[in-house]
T-cell receptor
Framework: QQQVKQSPQSLIVQKGGIPIINCAYENTAFDYFPWYQQFPGKGPALLIAIRPDVSEKKEGRFTISFNKSAKQFSLHIMDSQPGDSATYFCAATTSGTYKYIFGTGTRLKVLA | NAGVTQTPKFRILKIGQSMTLQCTQDMNHNYMYWYRQDPGMGLKLIYYSVGAGITDKGEVPNGYNVSRSTTEDFPLRLELAAPSQTSVYFC??????????????FGNGTRLTVT
């Protein structure tokens, strides 16, 4: 019940395409859902985050869609660029627990 | 600001050896974490700390120990290294201000191979 399931494991898109990465969870106590971006040889860094009281959040070319009833959320990257090639992790946490549960990661490659 | 600094960057251990992975942060963050990253497995929490003198187990604590004597430092100790501990280890920290909205700040990792 503590798992966050992420798919796909890898994704290749052409420049300008819209890659979509999906995550699903079971624990309804989760109330904060961040996405982290990791470049090779570096640690992950926060990209964007959402709480379940909103259905969508946009920051630049990155959008999170959230479906509370289905317990699913997804990351969309508009007008993707080769510089977006990285590994993306979804995560979930419950307020006051301090712990973040991460998905298994999606390796994205954007072709020039 | 250096952020979160991890040393060493790479290490090869023989089975049964011990070592300490160092982690220090200069952001005065209360919360610190150790994760391991394995291909296709994501990030698994090993141990975390909510302040100096306070530590707790995460998802995969077996074979590891931690201590938190200062706010800045959170070393991870491997006793009797095993091949299953071959992984990339990440230390992270975050402030308590802003609650969950405060992001995790990760170091650049330590790549450990146990042979």
């Amino acid at each position: 019940q503590q798992q966050v399931k992420q798919s796909p494991q890898s994704l290749i898109v052409q420049k300008g395409g819209i890659p979509i990465i999906n995550c699903a969870y079971e624990n309804t106590a989760f109330d904060y859902f961040p996405w982290y971006q990791q470049f090779p040889g570096k640690g992950p860094a926060l990209l964007i985050a959402i709480r379940p009281d909103v259905s969508e959040k946009k920051e630049g070319r990155f959008t999170i869609s959230f479906n509370k009833s289905a317990k699913q959320f997804s990351l969309h990257i508009m007008d993707s660029q080769p510089g977006d090639s990285a590994t993306y992790f979804c995560a979930a946490t419950t307020s006051g627990t301090y712990k973040y549960i991460f998905g298994t990661g999606t390796r994205l490659k954007v072709l020039a | 600001n250096a952020g979160v600094t991890q040393t060493p960057k790479f290490r090869i251990l023989k089975i049964g050896q011990s070592m300490t992975l160092q982690c220090t942060q200069d952001m005065n963050h209360n919360y610190m974490y150790w994760y391991r990253q394995d291909p296709g497995m994501g990030l698994k929490l090993i141990y975390y700390s909510v302040g100096a003198g306070i530590t707790d187990k995460g998802e995969v604590p077996n074979g590891y120990n931690v201590s938190r004597s200062t706010t800045e430092d959170f070393p991870l100790r491997l006793e009797l290294a095993a091949p299953s501990q071959t992984s990339v280890y990440f230390c992270a920290s975050r402030t308590y201000r802003g609650g969950e909205n405060s992001p995790l700040h990760f170091g650049n990792g330590t790549r450990l191979t146990v042979t």
